[in-house]
T-cell receptor
Framework: KQEVTQIPAALSVPEGENLVLNCSFTDSAIYNLQWFRQDPGKGLTSLLLIQSSQREQTSGRLNASLDKSSGRSTLYIAASQPGDSATYLCAVTGEWGGSEKLVFGKGTKLTVNP | DTGVSQDPRHKITKRGQNVTFRCDPISEHNRLYWYRQTLGQGPEFLTYFQNEAQLEKSRLLSDRFSAERPKGSFSTLEIQRTEQGDSAMYLC?????????????FGEGSRLTVL
């Protein structure tokens, strides 16, 4: 059974700081890994999707890396801003149980203080 | 296109009542998913449709839950005889057949509170 763990559960940083969020998964037979952002009481917005054959993806101040063999991914946020405050969720897909579904971690709640 | 739309956004009900949520996917998307998210947890898969066919149901979807997508467009998720443990955010997502696996577009969710 695929399990996804995110560390830390919560993180508070001052504005401008660079930070790293961590995600680990137990079954390396994934199709891809995705990082989502979720604002309080809202749905999920996809930030970056890394295919299993890729090592990293970048979008603006965000960079996500994937080490499939070790079951780890990191999301790097450069020059954090108060608007980055949200919960960040990591999810993987793979053919578990014969279907393709997203398996999520519990998320990291990020607070960026002005 | 305004994205995935869910209604109602919030529902408060008493235990034992029935509730129904509606999801309108992005118009050209033929795949539709329902996930449930409880407080402090990540979303968990409930069920998945391709067009009007329900292709998979999670064991989380007890017999009190039923989902339909009658014409392959909008979908409804009904919960009968609600229990306090049903309190959660119910998220709908859609995708197209040609998209990457897992490339889902999520709605804003329907939050259910069972008193």
């Amino acid at each position: 059974k695929q399990e996804v763990t995110q560390i830390p559960a919560a993180l508070s940083v001052p504005e401008g700081e660079n930070l790293v969020l961590n995600c680990s998964f137990t079954d390396s037979a994934i199709y891809n890994l995705q990082w989502f952002r979720q604002d309080p009481g809202k749905g999920l917005t996809s930030l970056l999707l890394i295919q299993s054959s890729q090592r990293e993806q970048t979008s603006g101040r965000l960079n996500a890396s994937l080490d499939k063999s070790s079951g780890r991914s990191t999301l790097y946020i450069a020059a954090s801003q108060p608007g980055d405050s949200a919960t960040y969720l990591c999810a993987v897909t793979g053919e578990w149980g014969g279907s393709e579904k997203l398996v999520f971690g519990k998320g990291t709640k990020l607070t960026v203080n002005p | 296109d305004t994205g995935v739309s869910q209604d109602p956004r919030h529902k408060i009900t008493k235990r034992g009542q029935n509730v129904t949520f509606r999801c309108d996917p992005i118009s050209e998307h033929n795949r539709l998913y329902w996930y449930r998210q409880t407080l402090g947890q990540g979303p968990e898969f409930l069920t998945y449709f391709q067009n009007e066919a329900q292709l998979e149901k999670s064991r989380l979807l007890s017999d009190r839950f039923s989902a339909e997508r009658p014409k392959g467009s909008f979908s409804t998720l009904e919960i009968q005889r609600t229990e306090q443990g049903d309190s959660a955010m119910y998220l709908c997502a859609s995708s197209s057949t040609g998209a990457f696996v897992g490339e889902l577009f999520f709605g804003e969710g329907s939050r259910l509170t069972v008193l």
